[in-house]
């Protein structure tokens, strides 16, 4: 989704604002501006594509020392030059560059047309920078407050005046921003990847806060000018972990991580003298555990196919009713929350609007919401109940991959804490901690056989659609097979339960359609071999993901790639780790955008 930054210090900022945008490329994004103070006017370079464009006509003497930038990623009006932020008024005054949507767009802009404005954009941003201009007496930031209390929808905001010097202001509501705090330089930005090369002191900005910068100082209010103190947080990640480090992608490194980043997951979290696990996050007593009669666990895309596994272990292993659904259907379904359920809202960026909404809701009711989230800091576990973190590092490519594992292992956790304060035995408790552990080098050793998966992907990566099957846990691992495929290959992919595609998907089959089948070794094996042959029988290709000696199932398909025999539970993680690699190595031999796919956004700020 679109990102912002701002800057304000002794440095010339356009290369501070560029170079911060580059960082939030991976939001994803279609057009990008900045709009540097310059002697008192606005410089504004913006231009529809990548970054390279912004630079290619960014003239190399701006050195204003204070400006906004902006990357697009298109909701209203077309991937245009004009469409692209920074927008400025109509006297070439005031710039704001603006992420979320202004829902009552429309009114604003016939009001503000038949007062005299006139609008040369098709976005609904543009309103904003006239409505500032019309209330505008010699203070952006009181103009500013005015402003947003007319504004319906969500926005994150940073402007500038040409006649304010050294000065950016920020509001918020319901779009992340972030204070970077430097030294004699201050940053605003959509997230703290923009500025940690800058600065690792941050203060994050709520709803309904407005920051102004100036070069050595800060001042955050409410909207009717109240201070309001706010807490200054570290960042703990190095800029490493946020730059490709040698690798070719981000996906890739992101990929070949997995096996240190399952196991920071873990880390200080299983207890073999106890045969439990501990999760400090959740905030909840033992007692307060076992009174638990529900859990209910929301969130989107992979986050989702996540909660759906974790909502299978939950409830086949820790025996307590449990269901995964969307985030994006909750809110508007009026749910009822029900004594002693428990919910979680998953969800790698923390601010999912979809998943962040419908927790809100489900807080509204009554609900306790508990987060499992990766990006520290972000609203969702800010505003949760409490939680836990995945610790997975930063995660760059758009498509998630070590998110998904690190939330498996903390609801793997989750599990076996509720399991052993119920029916599960010491000895099961150990066996499921033994086998959790051995997970992190089953990783490693698929991850070194990727060579296989790479000659699969340019074997069936000119076929147009392909199916994903997989039972049991391993149904939702075959969705989130089919999303990666999709996502970075756009080559059309649907996830089933193997089991269904006797009630419809099989009239897709024929030699053009290949089947991905994950078979394991678990008690629905002799249905999903008998699915197997019904495709076979079809003709359609078959490529099996199944374990380590299993020749009857390596005789029935095409091709194979056979992960290592593990614990019937953890075939959700092996047999997920080679379906990454071979969307990643299918989007290589067909020259995709891998770390960013076209249409996508990492952090999904809207609904
Ligand atoms: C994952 O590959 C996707 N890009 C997307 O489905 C993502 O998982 C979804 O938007 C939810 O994001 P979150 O985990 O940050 O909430």
Redesign the pocket.
């Known amino acids: 989704m679109c990102g912002i930054i701002g800057y304000c210090g002794p440095k010339p900022a356009a290369p501070i604002l560029v170079e911060g945008l580059r960082r939030l490329e991976y939001r994803g994004y279609d057009s990008a501006g900045i709009c540097v103070v310059e002697n008192g006017h606005l410089e504004l370079h913006k231009k529809k594509g990548k970054l390279a464009a912004l630079s290619s006509v960014l003239p190399p003497n701006v050195v204003g020392n204070y400006g906004i930038g902006h990357t697009r990623w298109a909701t209203h009006g077309e991937v245009t030059d004009i469409n692209a932020h920074p927008h400025i008024d109509g006297a070439g005054k005031i710039a704001i560059a603006h992420n979320g949507i202004v829902e009552n767009h429309e009114s604003l802009r016939e009001k503000l047309t038949d007062d005299g404005y006139v609008f040369i954009s098709e976005t609904d941003s543009e309103v904003i920078v006239h409505l500032i201009h019309s209330l505008y007496e010699g203070d952006l930031e009181a103009a500013i407050k005015q402003a947003v209390q007319l504004l319906t929808g969500t926005y994150g905001i940073v402007a500038v005046h040409a006649d304010e010097p050294n000065r950016v202001v920020g509001a918020r509501n319901g779009s992340p921003l972030v204070l970077g705090i430097g030294d004699d330089e201050m940053f605003l930005a959509s997230d703290v990847t923009a500025i940690v090369a800058h600065t690792k002191q941050v203060v994050y900005i709520e709803d309904h806060e407005v920051v102004t910068i100036t070069p050595d100082d800060y001042r955050t209010t409410d909207l009717t000018d109240r201070p309001i103190d706010k807490k200054i947080e570290f960042i703990s990640w190095e800029l490493a972990e946020i730059e490709k480090d040698g690798y070719t992608h981000f996906m890739q490194k992101e990929i070949l991580e997995q096996a240190s980043s399952i196991k920071r997951a873990m880390q200080g979290r299983l207890n073999k003298e106890t045969a439990t696990g501990h999760l400090g996050g959740l905030n909840l007593s033992s007692k307060e555990l076992l009174e638990i009669e529900r859990v209910k666990i929301i969130?989107?895309?992979?986050?989702f196919y996540a909660a759906m596994v974790a909502a299978y272990l939950i409830e086949s292993i820790g025996r307590i009713p449990c269901s995964a659904e969307l985030a994006s259907e909750v809110r508007y379904r009026n749910p009822v929350v029900e004594r002693n359920t428990l919910y979680f809202a998953v969800?790698?960026?923390?601010?999912?609007a979809d998943?962040l909404y419908a927790m809100r809701e489900l807080q509204r009711k009554g609900a306790r919401v508990l987060g499992i989230c990766n990006a520290v800091g972000a609203t969702i576990p800010r505003e949760s109940d409490g939680g836990v973190y995945i610790h997975s590092g930063p995660e760059i490519a758009?498509?998630?991959t070590k998110?998904f594992t690190s939330q498996l292992t903390a609801f793997y956790i989750f599990t076996l804490i509720m399991a052993r304060m119920r029916h599960m035995s010491f000895e099961e408790g150990s066996n499921f901690i033994r086998a959790l552990e051995k997970v992190p080098d089953q990783v490693e050793s698929i991850l070194a056989r990727s060579d296989k998966l790479a000659e699969l992907a340019a074997k069936y990566a000119h076929f147009n659609n392909v199916l994903f099957l997989g039972r049991g846990l391993n149904y939702p691992v075959a969705l989130e097979g089919a999303?990666?495929l999709k996502?970075v290959s756009y080559i059309h992919a649907e996830g089933y339960s193997a089991a269904e595609i006797k009630h419809g998907p099989i009239a897709l089959i024929n030699e053009q359609t290949p089947s991905v089948f994950i078979v394991t070794n678990d008690s629905l094996r002799e249905k999903v071999i008998s699915n197997m042959k019904e495709v076979k029988a079809r003709r359609g290709p078959v490529i099996a993901l199944c374990v380590e000696g299993d020749t009857e199932v390596m005789a029935i398909a095409d091709d194979h790639f056979a992960v290592p025999s593990a614990h019937e539970l953890m075939y959700p993680y092996l047999m997920m780790v080679p379906l990454q690699m071979y969307a990643y190595h299918t989007a290589l031999v067909l020259g995709r955008d891998v770390d960013q796919p076209r249409n996508?956004a990492?952090?999904?700020t809207v609904e």
């Open positions: 969130g989107a895309g992979t986050s969800s790698q960026s923390g601010e999912t998943t758009v498509a998630s998110a999303l990666k996502e996508l990492k952090s999904v």
